[in-house]
């Protein structure tokens, strides 16, 4: 599995809009960029996947540039609730069902 | 997205006695697996729950720590055996898929138990 560095810790105010870089140099061919959340006293849950170029849901979009070395996870707009921990994920798709493995991820903490 | 269940949510537990934490999903999934978040860590895949086999451990981990019962498809139990303060951590039970996922790969968390030990 690819290595991920993403920063510690960010701090945003809310309503602002919140970029979290996450560094892959070693990303494989068939590797996909997944992002997961995970609340205080939650388990992680799914945000975004995506390979290649934009991706973009309802919570959260994902750029991700042509040499795929790195990814940047965009929350806009943020409020309180999205206080978290934020983990980026290198890796294939399912492979055998597989489970994930989680590097330190990056702790975003929302003020009013 | 899939609806998984952990009993008991928390507990307080004695040096040198075990506890059995038990992870129920509303449906039935093929793979089941545990893990373990350490006060402010992320998270460390203890093992995979195999149905109808014994189960399988990631380095560090051994089955006389941490049994594993996987009876069905739908439940599985991870016993911390033989407690000690350093087990003190959040365990949490993870599926993968079925029909729930928005990908093919998505993997859904239990709400975790909170295991302090004295």
């Known amino acids: 599995l690819a290595k991920t560095t993403q920063p510690i810790s960010m701090d945003s105010y809310e309503g602002q809009e919140v970029n979290i870089t996450c560094s892959h140099n070693?990303?494989?061919?068939?590797?996909?960029i997944t992002w997961y959340q995970q609340f205080p006293s939650q388990g992680p849950r799914f945000i975004i996947q995506g390979y290649k170029t934009k991706v973009t849901n309802e919570v959260a979009s994902l750029f991700i540039p042509a040499d795929r070395k790195s990814s940047t996870l965009s929350l806009p707009r943020v409020s309180l609730s999205d206080t978290a921990v934020y983990y980026c994920l290198v890796g294939p798709v399912n492979q055998a069902g597989t489970a994930l493995i989680f590097g330190k991820g990056t702790t975003l903490s929302v003020s009013s | 997205s899939a609806v998984i269940s952990q009993k008991p949510s928390r507990d307080i537990c004695q040096r040198g006695t075990s506890l059995t934490i038990q992870c129920q999903v509303d449906s039935q999934v093929t793979m089941m697996f545990w893990y373990r978040q350490q006060p402010g860590q992320s998270l460390t895949l203890i093992a995979t729950?195999?149905?109808?086999?014994?189960?399988?451990?990631e380095s560090g981990f051994v089955i006389d720590k941490f049994p594993i019962s996987r009876p069905n498809l739908t439940f599985s139990t991870l016993t911390v055996s033989n407690m000690s303060p350093e087990d003190s951590s959040i365990y949490l039970c993870?599926?993968?898929?079925?029909?729930?996922?928005?990908?093919?790969?998505?993997?859904?968390f239990g709400p975790g138990t909170r295991l302090t030990v004295l």
């Open positions: 993870s599926v993968v898929a079925g029909p729930y996922a928005v990908k093919e790969d998505e993997q859904f």
């Open positions: 729950a195999n149905q109808g086999s014994e189960a399988t451990y």
């Open positions: 070693n990303i494989a061919t068939n590797d996909y």
